[in-house]
């Protein structure tokens, strides 16, 4: 387990008692040994309390930790010979969504997903993992493929949403949206959509309308963020706190509201704190969920495509 | 999809005002475009279009009566759907926002839809009442959206779409936001079933609705002057720290841009949606007389 590089607000305590544990370990010496265990058992308590008991809010800024595991550290975790794919072949490559052919525990699989860009030149390359149209017929693109040739898509989602710019309504942000949801829900093959991180409205939907859905147990999944929901409902973006809470955007809502099928378990403290376990956890839930959908006819996946989603708002609410 | 954000402020105002876009009951509206006023009756004569060209805002008895032949036609019953799953609040509670828009519209939510013929074709009409809460996106409407697509798979019936929206309903989060694949899952059966799927894009439509049914079409007519964005132009302003051109994001834009087939004068839709039935359906073996709602469950059952 490694300590983050940035605190959340709320794990201030838990900075205060690493850092010390840190001091003490930097001056050495058999006599902080006692002192770094005791701090050291006290820190993974607190660290403890925090995390089983995180609100909607907090959860958000978890989700958008930037030492989250993103997209191409799942690829590199999961996946073999992965051989990107990309552009559109209408008018540019987004590097926003990123796609290809992998294998996944042998199997080959076409994965796609957004990356956000793990430092600041690959936020700006990977435009803050904020799709324009042709991420999204890249993504309509590879999902053709994948139906061709019979290939499973696993969809990993993790974006605030589609790019809000000039160019994107210009070039159809809507209908490449629409598009891309009419693909995952007309694909032939079976399709696994996991959110990751955020999943942020229609730039979510638009990879997440797969078989089944997962969700990492600190990921959000919501109609507009937070902050978007609290400027227009209170006119306030300040009260994004109350917002997040009202609208339930968590793991655990969603999967009571059968809107998700599946909450992965993170390692305590987030994915962050352990990436390596959190990533492995997921392939071991993907292949869970995929092994079954491997078996169903194009008809199957279809009809249960669409059970799946028009069973939500109308079954399993108390 | 935060769909209020999304619009300029001079629509904002009309949330508040009747679906035909006055300010009342009065025998005067005042035209948006040249502040004139004309007389009630030459309006809803004009198909709700002012001498200047201004097409105001129509809820859904308006369109039927002007969209089916002879102004004939059957309405569907939208079906029962779940009220409020977040009891969601904010300024208001939710429940109280919508017994507010069931008073002012007479509606139970925002989608209405009706049966009957388009030139001499057989068309299910489903139109989305900006009126009701911005024509928002959630989980009534969305089941009257696959209502509406169901009965024009039984009835082997063209389906025409009139969106306008602001978008996703906030205040049902998620089940609004899975609105957008369950009405894309709708449209699939009507494009397996052959029948035209066409969307006319009123004034103003956005957000979750554009990026889903109101995007695919077989064939899409917009009404001149709408404002058509994905993303509010208030949005793209904050984002890119600049001015948009005018008319950016207006049907004639999008028409230009490739997403719209046609701008269509309101008082042209009924012959143009006319002339695209007729050549994509055969002609009905004989002139149907007008079905009941119930003939129209016993056909969705067989």
């Known amino acids: ?151 499973p898509v ?49 730039g979510a939907v638009a990879l997440a309308s797969g078989n089944k859905v997962l969700m990492l147990e600190h ?18 973006s300040k009260r994004a706190k109350d917002t997040a809470e009202a609208m339930k955007i968590t793991a655990q809502d969603l999967e009571k509201f059968r809107i998700v099928d599946l909450v992965v378990p993170e390692p305590m403290g987030g994915a962050h704190r352990d990436p390596k376990t959190a990533i492995a956890r997921l392939g071991d839930a993907i292949e869970t969920v995929l092994v079954p959908l491997v078996k169903l006819s194009p008809e199957e996946l279809r009809t249960q495509r669409k059970e799946r989603f028009y069973a939500i708002g109308r079954e399993g609410l108390a | 999809m935060n769909w209020l954000t999304k619009l300029p402020p001079g629509l904002k105002s009309i949330f508040d005002k009747p679906d035909d876009g006055t300010d009342g009951d009065s025998l005067w509206v005042k035209c948006p475009k040249t502040g004139e006023l004309v007389y009630r009756d030459d309006l809803e004569a004009a198909s709700w279009v002012t001498p200047s060209g201004a097409h105001l805002r129509v809820g859904p008895d308006q369109r039927f009566r002007m969209m089916f032949d002879g102004g004939a036609y059957v309405e569907i019953a939208m079906p029962k759907s779940l009220k409020d799953p977040l009891k969601f609040k904010d300024d208001k509670r939710y429940v109280d926002r919508l017994k507010a828009a069931k008073v002012k519209t007479g509606r139970e939510d925002c989608m209405a839809a009706a049966h009957g013929e388009i030139g001499g074709r057989r068309a299910v009409v489903l139109v989305q009442d900006f009126a009701f809460m911005g024509g928002s996106l959630g989980i009534a409407a969305g089941e009257g959206f696959i209502k509406a697509a169901e009965t024009a798979v039984a009835r082997r019936a063209a389906l025409i779409v009139v969106a306008s929206s602001g978008g996703a309903r906030m205040q049902e989060s998620s089940f609004a936001l899975m609105q957008m694949p369950r009405t894309v899952l709708a449209i699939q059966d009507v494009k397996q079933a052959k029948l035209p799927y066409i969307v006319v894009l009123a004034d103003p439509t956005s957000g979750g609705v554009l990026a889903s049914y109101a995007m695919l079409g077989d ?54 949606l006319g002339a695209i039935l007729g050549m994509l359906m055969p002609a009905s073996r004989r002139r149907s ?10 056909q969705a059952a067989k």
């Open chain 1, 1 to 151: 387990m490694a300590t983050p590089s940035t605190y959340l607000d709320f794990e201030k305590p838990l900075a205060e008692l690493e850092l010390k544990i840190a001091e003490l370990q930097a001056a050495g010496g058999p006599a902080v040994e006692d002192d770094v265990a005791r701090l050291r058992e006290k820190a993974a308590k607190q660290l403890k309390d925090i995390y089983s008991h995180l609100n909607a809010w907090q959860k958000t800024q978890v989700a958008r930790h930037p030492d989250r595991p993103h997209f191409m550290d799942y690829v590199d975790g999961l996946f073999d010979e992965f051989v990107e794919l990309s552009g559109d072949r209408k008018y540019m490559n987004d590097n926003a969504i990123l796609g290809g052919l992998a294998r996944f525990r042998g199997r080959p699989v076409v994965v796609i997903g957004h990356e956000k860009g793990r430092d600041t030149q690959g936020r700006i390359k990977h435009n803050f993992g904020m799709a324009r149209p042709e991420g999204y017929r890249k993504a309509v693109r590879l999902m053709e493929l994948a139906g061709r040739f019979g290939l």
């Open chain 2, 219 to 272: 064939v899409h007519l917009a009404e001149p002057g709408a404002v058509l964005a994905f993303t509010g132009p208030r949005v793209i302003e904050q984002t890119i720290r600049e001015k948009l051109p005018e008319g950016f994001q207006r049907s004639e834009f999008l028409l230009e841009r490739g997403m719209v087939d046609q701008v269509v004068d309101r008082r042209e839709l009924t012959p143009t």
């Open chain 1, 154 to 202: 696993i969809a990993l989602v993790d974006t605030s949403g589609a790019f809000p710019g000039k160019g994107g309504e210009e070039r159809g942000q809507a209908e490449a949206l629409a598009r891309s949801i009419e693909a995952c829900l007309m694909l032939d093959t079976p399709m696994v959509s996991v959110i990751v991180g955020e999943g942020g409205s229609g």
């Open chain 1, 219 to 236: 990921a959000v999944y919501s109609v507009i963020s937070p902050e978007g929901a609290a400027s227009i409902l209170f006119h306030d």
């Open chain 2, 289 to 298: 007389r007008a079905a009941t709602p119930t003939e129209v469950e016993a």
